[in-house]
Structures are given as structure tokens and as C-alpha cells.
């Protein structure tokens, strides 16, 4: 059974989104469906049926959230430390060819987003960073075309 690396923020959204669906979204489907039903004829029922198909994506999501929370393998970050990249590190890297600073935090697969800075483990440059430390210079085989960047600093924020 495979496990999901996840931060300890991570697992706590994980857990708030199931929450969610549970207590927020489940229960308005149902009176969606109860309220469409008292309408009759259920054959030619929109709002039937667009109920019914939002209440399956529901259940649905929330299959898929809660075998993930239940895989989750959490790192708790304010334990770590050293000049290594490893999961859950803060990263500053420098483009070779831009100069151009960006900050990438290393994190599971659920939680990336990288509007926030949050890059994927298995994403192409999380897996040339693993390993490297301060001052390295890494190759990266990106969907653009190959990129080079130093390290410059290594933190677990």
C-alpha cells in the first residue's frame, strides 16, 4: 500500500476538506434531492438529476480523501534540519540564466500549488533538488526545455 508524504499543514487541510464535505456539503445535497423530489415526476427532473449527480461527486471525493488521509505518511518539518534537500525543505534557487530568485517549498502531491511556492515531490525539479545542498547547481529536464539552478539557500520554514 503505497503511503502519500504529506506536511503536517497539509494532513490538517486534508482533514478540514473532509470535514467539509461531511458536515457542509453532504447534507445540502441531500435537501437538494429531498427538495427536488417533492416537485414529481423525477424522470423529467433537472434539478433531480443535478442533484443526484452532485451528491455521487461528493461521495466520490470524498472516497478518494479519506483512503489518501488514511495513506498519509507525515513529516513533521520543525523537526528537521541540515543543508540537505529533503521533503519539506525551503529552497531559494537562482535561474543561471535569468538570475531570476524563486522559493519552492517541497511538498506531497496534494498539497503543491505553485501560486504559493509549494512544488511536488515528484515534480522534475523536486527530484533534481533532492540531495543537493547550498551552492550546488542543478540541472533541471523541465516540459520548456533544460534549466540550470544554483542553490543558494537550504531552510525548513
Known sequence: ???????????????????????????AVIQAIAEARAHGDLSENAEYHAAKERQSWIEGQLLDLED???????????????????????????????????TYQIVGDLESDISLGKISISSPIARALISKEEGDSVEVAAPGGARSYEVLKVEFV
Do not use: C, H, N, W
Not at 508524504?5 to 497539509?10: A, R, S, V
Not at 494532513?11 to 467539509?20: D, F, S, V
Open 1 to 27: 500500500m503505497e503511503k502519500f508524504p504529506m506536511t503536517t499543514d497539509g494532513y490538517t487541510k486534508l482533514e478540514a476538506e473532509i470535514k467539509r464535505l461531511k458536515s457542509e456539503e453532504r447534507p
Open 68 to 102: 489518501k488521509y488514511s495513506r498519509a505518511q507525515v513529516v513533521d518539518i520543525s523537526k528537521l534540519s541540515g543543508d540537505t534537500i529533503v521533503f519539506g525543505a525551503t529552497v531559494t534557487l537562482a535561474d543561471e540564466d535569468t538570475d531570476e530568485e524563486k
